[in-house]
């Protein structure tokens, strides 16, 4: 049976953060949520028989703020997941919480759900550098998230954290380094502070006062070192964790797996065809309530990737894994060789310092991790189809 991965996703917010261009909105009622769990049950139940023939071997509930469901209908959301898929006896349940939206019963429920992962959205244990990224929660919400999380017996959680925020130090983001190593905690995802379009942050840009690019590259690279010395190894760009810890989720997205995505904005790669639903929660309600007549179309994106972009694809996101690409899974995969198809185009990053051949194949070094982008768009840019996919 092949394996697939779920993606839910729950776009409820408390706030916007300062940074966040993720689509959610605030100020929901009981009553909307209620409305968006119906949709998503009917859309759970429209999937049954297209994903018989798999076996599912990771669930992610993501937002937005899943935390914000209640205990119903975070039942009734897992209910249906059981109900029309079949998930593998080790399916990892991931679910993403935001200090402060969830207590110790909370947990709970959620563990007797089967959900075994948390991912914590803590950004910063610093008070003033969460106050302005806008977020919700104190420092100390965190500790007590983690406490409730560690009496609920989860085993294995993943804290969120930024670098490269305005004011910023080395220092500071130092110390938010270890108090998360201190907090022992089993995976921590390092993101660099990205000023996306549209949010507050943006409207801002000119006042902000940002690490300069220098300072910015040392953080990652000084990370990566002080990561590394803790126990945390790095198996992608921005993803760090113990053994045995590497988010199962997230590695179908780098490894090109099958997944669905279930709400409005979520993402699906499923019959080698990638496609995604309209940032619009009424559509996507209206669209699964047969009492409504709904005009428009709910699918956004819909492509049918052609071979050569499938490989370009593939290229780009098994790069971003520390492992890179193996040589002879690539062959198996495409039945075609990796380096009569890129060696012209790799050789100058071997060259510099920023690829490097392994035992299995090529991948990047700390220093072409932190230029991926670039390079990336260099050697396979014409050939992607995807909107939005080499950004
Ligand atoms: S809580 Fe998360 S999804 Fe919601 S606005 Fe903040 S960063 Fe974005």
Not at 5 to 18: A, E, R, T, V
Not at 308 to 326: C, D, P, T
Not at 347 to 355: A, C, F, K, R, T
């Amino acid at each position: 049976m092949k394996g697939l991965g779920l993606y839910i996703h729950i776009p409820f917010c408390i706030s916007k953060c300062n940074y966040c261009d993720f689509y959610s909105i605030g100020g929901a009622d009981e009553e909307k949520k209620d409305r968006y769990v119906s949709a998503l049950v009917r859309h759970m139940q429209d999937y049954k028989i297209q994903a018989k023939s798999y076996v599912v071997t990771s669930v992610y509930i993501g937002g937005g703020t899943p935390s914000l469901l209640s205990e119903t209908q975070l039942k009734t959301v897992m209910r249906a997941v059981k109900k029309n898929f079949r998930l593998s006896p080790r399916c990892e349940i991931s679910m993403e919480v935001n200090p402060g939206t969830v207590d110790a019963a909370k947990f709970k429920v959620m563990k007797r759900l089967g959900i075994n992962r948390i991912s914590m959205g803590a950004q910063s244990f610093d008070d003033g550098e969460l106050a302005m990224c806008g977020r919700r929660h104190s420092s100390h919400d965190i500790f007590a998230c983690i406490s409730d999380a560690r009496d609920a017996k989860f085993e294995n959680i993943s804290l969120d954290l930024i670098y490269g925020l305005p004011d910023q130090t080395k220092e500071k983001l130092f110390e938010n380094l270890d108090t998360a190593i201190e907090l022992d905690v089993d995976h921590i995802s390092l993101y660099g502070l990205k000023i996306e379009e549209g949010t507050p942050f943006w409207y801002n840009r000119h006042d902000l006062n940002l690490p300069d690019e220098d300072t910015e590259c040392d953080m990652y690279f000084e990370s990566i070192e002080k990561l590394a010395h803790a126990g945390y190894r790095q198996y992608e760009i921005s993803n760090f964790a113990k053994k045995h810890k590497a988010c199962k989720h997230n590695l179908r997205y780098w490894n090109c797996d099958e997944y669905i995505g279930l709400g409005p904005a979520a993402h699906s790669y499923f019959g080698g065809k990638r496609y995604s639903f309209k940032r619009d929660i009424n559509l996507y309600i209206d669209s699964f309530d047969e009492t409504k007549k709904v005009n428009e179309p709910l699918l956004d994106e819909y492509v049918d990737i052609p071979p050569q972009a499938r490989i370009a694809e593939y290229v780009m996101l098994r790069f971003r894994l520390h492992e890179g690409i193996n040589l002879a899974r690539f062959k198996k995969r495409f039945g075609r060789s990796f380096e009569s198809l890129y060696y012209e185009k790799l050789w100058p990053y071997v060259n510099s310092g920023h690829v490097v051949k392994t035992k299995t194949g090529y991948a990047f070094t700390p220093k072409g991790m932190y230029v991926s982008n670039y390079i990336l768009s260099h050697m396979i840019g014409e050939d992607l189809v995807i909107p939005g996919s080499n950004s």
